[in-house]
């Protein structure tokens, strides 16, 4: 099924694809890999790899003016995708104001690869400037043609770095001086673990280097709707993406503002609730953001986040606010309370609230319940009881381990009673529980005066993490309840 009509708004590849009757006729070079189909249409064998490639290369001379060397054997990259990435960028400039000057934007390219995809398209598209890393060599030495080719030597600067080195960005960055801070940063991880690669993909010989193929050589499963050629650089990753994103994590843990927005894609669904999580334990330091890029038969996901305060990451994040009497944030603290959340001050006017428990929702009808109990003559429900017993497997161990068989201490006991027919049974369980667990709701609350009204204050609410309906219905919770 194809994914085309939820790709990026400003696409343009969205209402209009690929025209591979007018590329044949004005390429000659792509021209020799189309065929015309029973239906009249001109064709192309995506399951060739030089087609592919050389459909890249055209579509980025036709539609960019940027002419571009792939190596065979690399990665191609899927243009519409990319500029599905770069556009998500842009929106995030776009709301938060950094688009007026483009030529001020300075963006990161991590792991550019030979092709300098996302370089060569911020600059010559949008006219942001880049320093695009790369750790293979052979990559670099073509990312640095691809760059210099095109006449953008000012805008791109190409920077090999250690692919061993533990960190991503730390290094490269303190080589430029601690006077050097960048709007954003971009990256297309190895998607698989070390091991997965020969498991899922065909080697090939015939290439230079490490490299190869999703070609199915066995028929073990379909053929792909599209061929990939890539090294292994290109492919797999100790730890798969999962370890890789948490690499830069960890460097904008230390970095923090000095980029203002950190994004990565990542290419499994299943990569995302871990790195959440990570982003979660880091407190109220971070906003997190993750949004989807649909394009053909192929679902990516864009992870953003950001230590700026004043950063948002997507419009749903721009703060709410409502007004309310003096003392603003005093009173919205008292009532937070009431409603058992948990309060951290992050200055005299600003607070950060974390609700592990939903409890503003049906305080209507809890009231009206409570009420019916209190009457002096309310009517007792009477409830039948049916003796039941289940029986669960709990492990045994010394509770260590929770992830295997010997995961949870458990002791149970059976006590003979005075009836032949039933016994007694206790039974004791130990559970090995995280110290940290994540709110339901985590929003900031900060208080400002109203030129020329001594009544009252402006209270602005932004959204943290957790679902934007529940900070809604709370917001009107806090609205109604304050007015009464």
Not at 4 to 18: F, I, S, T, V
Not at 140 to 152: D, I, Q
Not at 155 to 177: C, F, Q, R, S
Not at 264 to 281: D, F, T, V
């Amino acid at each position: 099924m194809s994914l085309n009509k939820d790709m990026h708004p400003r696409n343009p590849y969205k209402e209009k694809p690929p025209d591979f009757q007018a590329l044949a006729i004005e390429f000659p070079e792509f021209r020799k890999y189309c065929r015309i189909g029973k239906n009249g249409k001109v064709n192309v064998d995506f399951q060739e790899d030089a087609a592919v490639r050389c459909l890249t290369k055209v579509l980025l001379k036709k539609d960019f003016g940027l002419n571009v060397e792939l190596p065979d054997g690399s990665l191609v990259p899927r243009i519409p995708q990319k500029l599905n990435y770069c556009l998500i960028i842009e929106d995030f400039l776009n709301i938060n104001n950094l688009c007026a000057e483009n030529e001020k934007i300075i963006g990161i390219d991590i792991g550019t690869g030979a092709s300098c995809v996302y370089s060569l398209l911020g600059a010559k598209y949008f006219g942001w400037k880049f320093v695009a890393t790369e750790g293979d060599v052979m990559s670099a030495e073509v990312a640095h043609r691809n760059v210099s080719n095109n006449y953008l030597n000012e805008k791109i600067l190409i920077a090999e770095v250690d692919p061993n080195a533990k960190t991503i960005l730390m290094d490269m960055i303190n080589k430029l001086g601690n006077d050097q801070n960048f709007t954003f940063c971009m990256c297309n991880p190895p998607f698989f673990e070390t091991k997965e690669t020969e498991e899922r993909f065909t080697y090939e010989p015939s290439l230079d280097g490490e490299k190869y193929s999703n070609r199915v050589i066995f028929e073990e499963r379909s053929q792909p709707h599209s061929i990939t050629f890539a090294s292994s650089a290109e492919l797999q990753v100790e730890g798969g993406e999962i370890n890789f994103v948490n690499r830069i994590i960890d460097d904008s843990i230390i970095l923090r503002d000095r980029i203002k927005i950190y994004t990565s894609m990542l290419g499994r669904k299943q990569s995302i609730k871990p790195l959440k999580q990570r982003l979660e334990i880091l407190g109220n330091d971070v906003k997190y953001y993750v949004t989807t890029l649909n394009q053909g038969k192929t679902q990516r996901w864009i992870l953003a986040w950001t230590f700026v305060p004043e950063i948002v990451l997507t419009y749903m994040d721009r703060p709410a606010n409502l007004i309310c009497l003096k003392p603003g944030l005093i009173r919205i603290e008292e009532k937070m309370k009431e409603l058992q959340s948990i309060v951290r001050r992050e200055n005299n006017n600003i607070l950060i609230f974390e609700c592990r428990r939903i409890t503003w929702k049906h305080r209507r009808a809890q009231k009206r319940a409570e009420a019916k109990l209190n009457l002096p003559n309310a009517k007792r429900s009477k409830l039948s009881s049916i003796e039941a017993s289940s029986q669960t497997y709990l492990g045994t161990g010394d509770g260590k381990d929770s992830l295997s068989d010997s995961g949870n201490f458990v002791d149970v006991r059976r006590y003979s009673t005075s009836s032949a027919k039933f016994s007694d049974c206790e039974v004791q369980a130990y559970f090995p529980c995280s110290n940290y667990s994540n709110p339901n709701l985590r929003f900031r609350v900060s208080s400002s005066s109203i030129p020329g009204n001594n009544l009252e204050d402006l209270i602005s609410i932004e959204l943290l993490s957790g679902a934007k309906h529940n900070l809604n219905q709370l917001l009107q919770f806090l609205k109604n309840s304050l007015a009464s």
